[in-house]
C-alpha cells in the first residue's frame, strides 16, 4: 500500500477497494466490476486485514449464494420453485409485448424469459427496458399465476440495482478533492478505473482519462482505434451501471434512437450516460444514409427527428475498432478511420 492507498482510506472511509481483491474474485466469478466492487466497498472497505478477511469470506458467501453462474440455472430455479423465494444476483432485462400490455422480465443467467414484474419497478428503473440491469432480485415462485393457459410461476417481487444510491456522492467528492494534489488526483482516477498510473507517462495518462469523459460529459462523442487487447472496451463494459457496451452488428435505428414509434419508446441514447459500440466494422445496419445523418444530427445537437417530434438525449456516443496494422502504415496507405463501414468514412 502506497502513499496515495493512505490517503485514499484517511478521506474516504468505508469506500475505498482494493483492487488485487476485484481481480481475484474476477477470475472466479464472471460478473461486471462494479458489481464486484459494490460488494467489496460495502463488506472489505478497510485497512484492517482481518476486516477484509471476514468481508471477503461474507462476499464469497453472497456470490456463491446468490450470483447465479449459468451452469448452475436449474439448480437456483429448483431452490425458489422449494424455499418460495430466493434473493438473486443476475442481469435483469424487461420488455414490452404490446400484444399482450404486460411487461415480461427475463434474468439473463437464470435463462427465464417470462417473469412476472410489476409496472412500478419498471417505471421507477427505466433501464430495464434499455439492456438490463445488473440487480440483486428478490424472485419468488407462485404456480397459481397462469398466463394464457401456460403456468408462469416466476415473479421478480422487488430488485435493488447494483450502484450507488445516494445522490450527494459527488458533493462529498468534490469536497474532499481539495486534499489532494492535482498529479494524486489524476492517479486517484486511473486506479479508481483500475489501471495502474506508475505505468505510464502523464501523455498517455491523460489518453487514457479521455475514455471517463463521455462518463461525466452530456453528449460527449468520442472514436477510439487501435490494436487489439488495449483495454479499449473495459470502461465501458466493466466500471459503471450507466454505460452500455453494444456489438456493432446488434444496433439498429429503432434500438439506439426510437422503437415503438406510436409510443414514442425513446431508444438506447435516452436510457444510458453512455453507449459503446464495439467494433465499428459490424455497424452494417447503420450504414444507410437515413441512419447516418440521424447520428450525425444527433451528435452534433443532442437530439433527433424522427416523424414529427424533435427528441433530446444526453448520451454520448462511443466508436471503438481495431487498426491491424501500424499507424505510420495506415497513414501512408490510407487513413486512421477504415474501421468504419465504408458507408461512414465520411467528410463530416
Not at 427528441?311 to 495506415?330: C, H, P, Q, R, Y
Amino acid at each position: 500500500m502506497d502513499n496515495l492507498d493512505s490517503k485514499v482510506l484517511e478521506h474516504f472511509p468505508g469506500r475505498a477497494v482494493r483492487k488485487d481483491l476485484v481481480s481475484t474474485l474476477k477470475g472466479q466469478m464472471n460478473v461486471p466490476t462494479y458489481v464486484l466492487e459494490y460488494l467489496l466497498g460495502k463488506y472489505c472497505a478497510s485497512a484492517d486485514e482481518q476486516v477484509i478477511e471476514a468481508g471477503l469470506s461474507e462476499v464469497k458467501r453472497i456470490l456463491t449464494e446468490h450470483y447465479v453462474h449459468p451452469d448452475q440455472a436449474e439448480r437456483f430455479k429448483s431452490r425458489v420453485r422449494e424455499q418460495g423465494n430466493h434473493r438473486v444476483i443476475d442481469k435483469v432485462k424487461v420488455r414490452l409485448v404490446e400484444t399482450e400490455d404486460k411487461y415480461w422480465a427475463s434474468l439473463v443467467n437464470l435463462q427465464i424469459d417470462r417473469v412476472h414484474i410489476s409496472e412500478e419497478l419498471v417505471h421507477r428503473y427505466e433501464r430495464l427496458l434499455g439492456g438490463g440491469i445488473w440487480s440483486i432480485a428478490e424472485l419468488a415462485y407462485d404456480p397459481q399465476l397462469v398466463h394464457k393457459g401456460e403456468v408462469r410461476p416466476f415473479v421478480i417481487r422487488d430488485l435493488r440495482p447494483i450502484q450507488l444510491a445516494r445522490g450527494d456522492i459527488l458533493r462529498e467528492v468534490q469536497e474532499r478533492r481539495a486534499h489532494f494534489s492535482r498529479d494524486e488526483w489524476l492517479d486517484l482516477l486511473l486506479r479508481s478505473a483500475g489501471l495502474e498510473p506508475t505505468m505510464f507517462l502523464h501523455r498517455l495518462k491523460m489518453l487514457l482519462l479521455a475514455r471517463l469523459i463521455p462518463l461525466v460529459e452530456n453528449n460527449y462523442n468520442i472514436v477510439e482505434f487501435g490494436p487489439r487487447g488495449t483495454g479499449k472496451s473495459y470502461i465501458y463494459r466493466e466500471i459503471s451501471p450507466y454505460a452500455i457496451l453494444v456489438s456493432g452488428g446488434e444496433v439498429t435505428v429503432p434500438t439506439l434512437f426510437v422503437s415503438h414509434v406510436g409510443r414514442g419508446r425513446i431508444g438506447l441514447v435516452g436510457l444510458w450516460d453512455v453507449v459503446a459500440f464495439d467494433e465499428v466494422a459490424g455497424l452494417k445496419r447503420l450504414a444507410n444514409p437515413q441512419a447516418i445523418n440521424l447520428l450525425k444530427d444527433y451528435m452534433e445537437s443532442g437530439s433527433f427527428s424522427r416523424g414529427r417530434e424533435e427528441i433530446t438525449a444526453s448520451a454520448g456516443l462511443v466508436f471503438i475498432g481495431n487498426i491491424n496494422v501500424d499507424i505510420e502504415t495506415a497513414l501512408r496507405t490510407s487513413h486512421l478511420f477504415t474501421p468504419f463501414p465504408g458507408e461512414m468514412q465520411d467528410l463530416a
